[in-house]
Structures are given as structure tokens and as C-alpha cells.
């Protein structure tokens, strides 16, 4: 990695795979990175800022999952603007209004939740689901496509969906997944996707059903929902 703190792939497919938590969340760069060699899409990938409470670039230290540290001029420049030029570049590739960006942000949690579910988790999928008040960040045919896809390619890693205002649930204002949806009027479709460590430790094998879930995934995602009117 030449001792670079953000990795940035550059792909022809509409999909951007972010780890904010690489150095952190084990394998968590490393199937990112191979996912979206898989697929020829894009990927930002943090190699070397590791979570912290206070940005201290200095000292590798921020919460890439955090819009506020995003925000901040060096994480900026490392981690947000390479991000937010990729999602310009397919804006501008993308050829009927209803298409839009797919950003993956790809995390780790515990085992903890294969006792909390009794069942196997493979991956658990937030996209803004709230206590009191929901901010969606994903539309639900491109949500319910993913975990459609995912039980048949996945059979024995059970996939779930983060509760309203549960730790899973990529819901809170500061959270990464709640980005675009913020700054860039919803114009991207975009899932927080937790893989527990038990699936990550075998990260050839994860990859590898991630990476058949999201293009057969993408296959679908090429057609719009919205039929082109035919007026006589």
C-alpha cells in the first residue's frame, strides 16, 4: 500500500464499496478491495486512520464513519473528496435520472449477534430505519433486491435488516451512510452492510459471495422500476 492512509479503486460499474473502518474491522479492507476487483467497481478503502473520538490526523487517528470527521480538512482531502468525485463521475455517466449510484459501506460487528438472532447471520443491512422517524437511504426495490439475492446465494449465512434506532441501522445524522442523502438531495441509494467476524474470517470465501450477491444485484439494478410511458 506505499504506507497510503486511503486506497482509492477506480471501476466502470455504478457502485462504490467503502470500508470507513479498514484498519480497524478485520478483513474488512481486504474483502472491499477484492469485491470490487470482482465487479470493476470503485472502492475507497481506509488503510490507516483508526476510529478515535477527535480527528488527529497527525496521530492516524478518525472515525471515517463519521460525517464530522469526514469533514475535517485532512480526512477530507484523504477519504470524502476521492469518495465524493467518484459518485460525481457516475452521476455524470448515468443516462435516465431514475439511475443512481449504489454505495456499499461495508462494516464489522461481533458474533454476538448469531446468539442475539439463534441463527447464523451473514450480514446485517441498514439503510435508515428509525425509532421515531426514519431517514431512508436506500429505495426499497434496490434494498429488497439485495436481501432477495442474498438468501439465494447465501443459504446458512441469514442476512438481516438493522432495526429502527438500533446500533445496525445506519440511521444516526452523522453516520456515512446518511451522507448523500444529506448533501447530494438522495441521489444515491446506499446500504450499511455489517458482516459479523466469523463470516470475515474466512475473507476469500465472503468475498466471493459478496461479490455473486452484488452482480447479479447489479444485473437487475440496470433497468429502472419506472416503465417508459407509451402515449398515443
Same mark, same amino acid.
Given at each position: 500500500?506505499?504506507?497510503?492512509?486511503? @486506497?482509492?479503486?477506480?471501476?466502470?460499474? $455504478?457502485?462504490?464499496?467503502?470500508? $470507513? +473502518?479498514?484498519?480497524?474491522?478485520?478483513?474488512?479492507?481486504?474483502?472491499?478491495?477484492?469485491?470490487?476487483?470482482?465487479?470493476? *467497481?470503485?472502492?475507497?478503502?481506509?488503510?490507516?486512520?483508526?476510529?478515535?473520538?477527535?480527528?488527529?490526523?497527525?496521530?492516524?487517528?478518525? @472515525?471515517?464513519?463519521?460525517?464530522? %470527521?469526514?469533514?475535517?480538512?485532512?480526512?477530507?482531502?484523504?477519504?470524502?473528496?476521492?469518495?465524493?468525485?467518484?459518485?460525481?463521475?457516475?452521476? *455524470?455517466?448515468?443516462?435516465?435520472?431514475?439511475?443512481?449510484?449504489?454505495?456499499?459501506?461495508? %462494516?464489522?460487528?461481533?458474533?454476538?449477534? %448469531?446468539?442475539?438472532?439463534?441463527?447464523?447471520?451473514?450480514?446485517?443491512?441498514?439503510?435508515?430505519?428509525?425509532?421515531?422517524? @426514519?431517514?431512508?437511504?436506500?429505495?426499497?426495490?434496490?434494498?429488497?433486491?439485495?436481501?432477495?439475492?442474498?438468501?439465494?446465494?447465501?443459504?446458512? %449465512?441469514?442476512?438481516?435488516?438493522?432495526?429502527?434506532?438500533?446500533?445496525?441501522?445506519?440511521?444516526?445524522?452523522?453516520?456515512?451512510?446518511?451522507?448523500?442523502?444529506?448533501?447530494? +438531495?438522495?441521489?444515491?441509494?446506499?446500504?450499511?452492510?455489517?458482516?459479523?467476524?466469523?463470516?470475515?474470517? +474466512?475473507?476469500?470465501?465472503?468475498?466471493?459471495?459478496?461479490?455473486?450477491?452484488?452482480?447479479?444485484?447489479?444485473?437487475?439494478?440496470?433497468?429502472?422500476?419506472?416503465?417508459?410511458?407509451?402515449?398515443?
Amino acid at each position: 500500500m506505499n504506507n497510503i492512509r486511503v @486506497d482509492v479503486i477506480n471501476g466502470k460499474k $455504478p457502485i462504490i464499496l467503502v470500508a $470507513p +473502518h479498514g484498519s480497524d474491522d478485520i478483513s474488512t479492507a481486504l474483502i472491499t478491495e477484492t469485491v470490487a476487483q470482482k465487479l470493476d *467497481a470503485n472502492a475507497v478503502i481506509n488503510y490507516g486512520f483508526e476510529r478515535g473520538e477527535t480527528p488527529d490526523p497527525d496521530n492516524d487517528i478518525a @472515525d471515517c464513519n463519521r460525517i464530522d %470527521h469526514c469533514q475535517s480538512p485532512v480526512v477530507y482531502e484523504e477519504f470524502l473528496k476521492p469518495l465524493v468525485k467518484i459518485k460525481q463521475n457516475i452521476d *455524470a455517466s448515468l443516462k435516465n435520472f431514475e439511475q443512481r449510484a449504489l454505495v456499499l459501506f461495508i %462494516h464489522g460487528c461481533g458474533d454476538i449477534v %448469531h446468539k442475539e438472532t439463534g441463527e447464523n447471520v451473514g450480514v446485517i443491512v441498514g439503510y435508515g430505519l428509525g425509532g421515531k422517524k @426514519d431517514s431512508i437511504t436506500c429505495r426499497d426495490w434496490r434494498k429488497n433486491a439485495f436481501v432477495d439475492i442474498w438468501r439465494m446465494h447465501c443459504k446458512g %449465512h441469514e442476512i438481516y435488516e438493522g432495526s429502527g434506532s438500533g446500533r445496525y441501522a445506519g440511521r444516526s445524522s452523522n453516520n456515512m451512510n446518511q451522507y448523500f442523502k444529506r448533501y447530494d +438531495h438522495f441521489d444515491a441509494d446506499s446500504l450499511q452492510l455489517e458482516f459479523p467476524l466469523s463470516f470475515r474470517s +474466512h475473507p476469500h470465501l465472503a468475498s466471493h459471495l459478496i461479490a455473486i450477491t452484488i452482480e447479479d444485484m447489479y444485473s437487475y439494478l440496470k433497468y429502472t422500476r419506472i416503465p417508459t410511458k407509451k402515449l398515443i
